[in-house]
């Protein structure tokens, strides 16, 4: 009796089809795990969707009041606020730091860190009557552009004395809408 070997020819480049079929296979498993894991950190598990992930980012980085209203910043008055002021301008910011000069009743600056950040105006019309130099505040308000004594009188209702502002013409400023005295680590 003859043996007879029959030989198949290896195709020279490339695996074989059954080869193929088990890493598409195996490539599929994985991805199906890691697409599983996935889910249990941004998807509906605990009623959180990727919307809520996201928000949760975006307020972390920014801020939010007790009523939910979001700050385009929430931290100290630092170098980090003065390098974004611009692109804040009309927006709601919190900004944590020590008043530096009371000017009147109806506003004072707060110092930067030591940085060497320049001190920032805020404009109360209210409460700056209760802030004394040095004392950690932290400010929520809108940054506005260009301080123009003439222009904050009018929207604030306000008479400045003239002389005590002089210094801040064209300078960006903080209209305030409130502030918050003694705090920790301004």
Not at 38 to 50: I, K, L, P
Not at 54 to 69: F, L, M, N, P, R
Request: proline content about 3%.
């Amino acid at each position: 009796m003859s043996t007879r070997t029959r030989t198949t020819a290896l195709p020279a480049a490339g695996p074989r089809p059954l080869a193929r079929g088990l890493v598409a296979a195996g490539g599929a498993a994985v991805l199906a795990l890691g697409l599983g894991a996935c889910g249990g950190t941004a998807g509906d598990e605990d009623g959180a969707s990727v919307e809520d992930v996201q928000e949760a980012e975006v307020d972390a980085q920014a801020g939010t009041d007790d009523e939910g209203a979001q700050y385009a910043y929430d931290g100290p008055y630092d170098a980090g606020f003065a390098d974004q002021q611009d692109s804040l301008v009309g927006e709601q910011v919190t900004v944590s730091a020590a008043v530096e000069t009371v000017l009147d009743d109806t506003s004072f600056t707060v110092a930067g860190d030591d940085s060497g950040v320049d001190p920032l105006l805020v404009v109360d019309a209210g409460s700056s009557a209760a802030v004394e130099p040095d004392a950690e505040v932290d400010v929520t308000g809108t940054v506005q552009l260009s301080f123009a004594l003439a222009g904050v009188e009018e929207e604030l209702g306000v008479d400045l004395e003239d002389e005590l502002y002089a210094e801040w013409e064209g300078e960006n400023y903080l209209v305030a809408s409130a502030v918050d005295v003694g705090v920790e680590g301004g």
